[in-house]
């Protein structure tokens, strides 16, 4: 694409939607008696200055990773939907276990332990619906959201039985001690876990666009057939690329967990997975293109939940926006399609996908 | 008698892909009644043409008049509201869906779905151009000869009063394309007006009542009724092919001629099959008990009408296909289990068929798809590393030697012609230690000049020691590039041929035909 037209791209498919919602809130704060400029200026004074961008970047780690696991699989148009049981199982298994762990191990080997073993529950997750979908065919949309709801009713499980710290009455897990918590980046109060989301957008972007692997997930997801004529293994990849991207997205619940709240409690669902996956599309599953996308949604979160408190309307607000984020990415993808600007959020094989 | 109207207007219509001119400024007439053909090689802006027509592209520029009224199509439902029916040159058909659904949905007139009236009019319809298709079955099942046939029920289903054909003939027997012919010059007759788009002279000449010339997206020439009826055929042919090529008309195939039979030393083959049956879980006519062998410097050629038992056969050898019974042997080794992979590396390679559906990944570049079986592998990939300038290089050489026209190494491959397309596959497949090559219907859709390049190649890869198994449904491809030809049919070989012998082309058809009464 030419300079130009890439420009117009960004602007009408990416910038667009995201302009338009937030407008569009604007007139639902009206109808509600907020004041709109009031309450987005708060929301970039609470996310951004302050200390607020140190919490916003905070906010990031976990979304990132959970957009990285999105990513790759989804360029392999593999539409691997587990991230939010996937999240919440890796949480509660580091939650439960990381007191047990700190008291035994050194702190070093303890939190590389628990990173390990969140990775490896998503792993695990992950090869449910990939072996089923690289040997028998079966639709992976189906098999990755139901083996979700299964992991998500088994960390509430967990929680309420083993994990169950004894000593307090409401269900949740014991308080990992501050001192085990993931060290703060000096000076800051933002978590290695942030630097190590970052280090892997940056790793996965190359590993992505740059490596062989990347290649195969790119021939792969654009047209299967070619890629088992080119001799690409197809099972092995497809099972290759589940188990990247449910290790990320279990690295999530690790990182939230060491790094952000210490413990777990039943039915805790921040929904990650849902509130970004318009954002990795509006990224064209490009990994570095989701930071500053991730970065917008972060800003409205952190600075949104504050502003809403002030200005005492609903933080539902923001699941609106993002409801008409998508929204109006729906109107951009027609409109834009009818007069062949920029293209397509989504890869061309999705429609495949959701019929097989 | 009035001046006959015009069924359609076309003017200074323009349409550009990135860096390729497909159309520059055409203006076309076509009247009722007439069977007008536009001609031109792969790449000449013919199909970009016709999918402005057909509602699926719209012009940067130009002028669409359809029964003396400017349309703009906006989807390929405007195009049928507008009474224009298409047959495209690849299916469009939905191969999840049963024949039956499939004609429901491009037919659909309301809300509700008619299916007996649905039906009977596919049989009516279908059985103009052949045996009438069983409606319950998969579009998947289908050969592709019976999937053109269903196209061409399609395109006629709502009573088109313009009928257009995208190299309708490629994929029918002799006798199909005859009986086609036929049908749609009783068409005209009825008034509907025909375009039919052809790379094949002869086919343009036999029914056209007008020729247009494309070239490079422009009209290079145009023959009307009365040239066409009062100028000798043999005159025309050098003048149109001289506008079709621009002074470069192709030549006769380059590469030295094939050797005799004789000469070969028998040898040990590098190839055999030994009654090997293919499993019939993909679909499609599986194969039995077939046995072949193919040595170094011989192309052996496959003969038979499509669907019976070509795609099994090259996949059992080369491809993905599981093996029911048999051993495929080469160089002494059994590769039936074997990965593709592996097969590759020993230098067995299959040129597809299905160029774009499996051949090709139409997004990405021309130089990825050039070394699509080769990702990973050094030296374009060090430690899982792309290595940019190699693959450039690498790339930059192959369109070179194999003269494949792309604005760049960079292209998407989906936006060149189908000519160029096949180009890239037999560089991918003939340039790196290739020993064996499986090709099938390496000419299917081809213009005249790129076949000529196709058959060079192979010849060239023959004369250096290479071998080649062909399956073709174009017979005469058969007998001017093979030395021995074994006829398929209903997934058997049923007779071998000399391809030099005198009485070939007659011992072929019949082993054809014969076999396909069994």
Known sequence: ?356 | MTAPEIALHLRGIEKRFGAVQANAGIDLDVRPGEIHCLLGENGAGKSTLISMLAGQQRPDAGEIVVGGRTVRFTSPTDSRRARIGVVFQHSMLIPTMTVHENMLLAAMPGVRLHRQAAEDRLTELSSVFGEPINPARLVAELSLGERQQLELVRALWAEPRILVLDEPTSMLTPAGAAALFQRLQDLAKTGVAVILVTHKIDEALALGDRITVLRSGEVAARFGPSELAEVPPAELRPRILDRMFGGTAPKRASGPPPRPFEDRAPGRPLLALERVSSSDRHGGMPIFDVSLQVHAGEVVGVAGIDGHGQLALAEAIAGSRGIAGGRVIFDGRDVGGMPIRRKQRLGLRYVTDDRLGEGIVGQLSVALNLLLKRIGQPPFWRFGRMNRAEVEHEAQELIRRFDIRTPSARAPAGHLSGGNVQKILLARELAHDARLVVLNKPSYGLDAATVSRVHGEVRRFVSRGGACLMLSTDLDELLEIADRIAVLAQGRIVGWVLARSSDAAARVSELMTAGGQQ
């Not at chain 1, 302009?19 to 309450?39: C, D, E, K, M, R």
């Not at chain 1, 050194?106 to 073993?117: D, E, S």
């Not at chain 1, 197809?234 to 709240?261: C, H, Y």
């Open chain 1, 1 to 356: 694409m030419s300079a130009p037209a890439r420009a117009l791209d960004v602007l009408a498919r990416t910038v667009a939607p995201l302009v338009l919602a937030i407008l569009g809130s604007a007139v639902v704060l009206l109808a509600l008696g907020a004041n709109p400029w009031a309450f987005y200026a708060d929301v970039l004074r609470f996310s951004l200055t302050g200390e607020g961008w140190q919490q916003t970047l905070t906010a990031m780690a976990p979304l990132l990773l959970i957009s990285l696991g999105l990513i790759v699989s989804f360029r392999a148009q593999l539409w691997n939907l587990g991230y939010g049981g996937t999240y919440l199982l890796s949480a509660a298994v580091v939650a439960g276990v990381a007191p047990a762990v700190f008291a035994f191990l050194p702190y070093g080997a303890a939190t590389l332990l628990l990173l390990v073993l969140a990775a490896g529950v998503g792993l695990i997750l992950a090869l449910i619906p990939a072996s089923l979908k690289a040997w028998f065919g079966t639709n992976e949309v189906i098999t990755s959201l139901m083996t979700s709801f299964v992991a998500a009713s088994l960390a509430n499980l967990l929680v309420k039985g083993p994990f169950q710290d004894p000593s307090v009455s409401v269900p949740q897990t014991r308080v990992l001690d501050l001192e085990f918590m993931l060290a703060y980046v000096p000076g800051t109060r933002v978590h290695l876990g942030v630097v190590l989301a970052f280090a892997l957008v940056i790793l996965m972007h190359v590993m992505l666009t740059r490596s062989s692997f990347g290649t195969r997930i790119d021939v792969l997801g654009l047209n299967p057939r070619a890629a088992a004529h080119a001799g690409i293994h197809v099972p092995r990849m497809t099972v290759a690329v589940f188990v990247v991207s449910g290790a990320l997205i279990g690295l999530a619940g690790a990182i939230d967990m060491l790094g952000l709240w210490g413990y777990m409690r039943t039915d805790w669902n921040p929904g990650y997975g849902d509130k970004i996956l318009p954002f990795v599309f509006l990224a064209r599953l490009n990994p570095l293109g989701s930071v500053p996308l991730v970065g917008v949604y972060a800003v409205l979160a952190t600075g949104g939940t504050l502003a809403a408190q002030r200005a005492g309307i609903s933080v539902d607000l923001l699941t609106l926006l993002v409801a008409l984020v998508l929204f109006f990415m729906v109107i951009v993808e027609y409109l834009a399609a009818r007069h062949s600007v920029g293209r397509s959020y989504l890869p061309r094989g999705i429609f495949k996908a959701v019929r097989a």
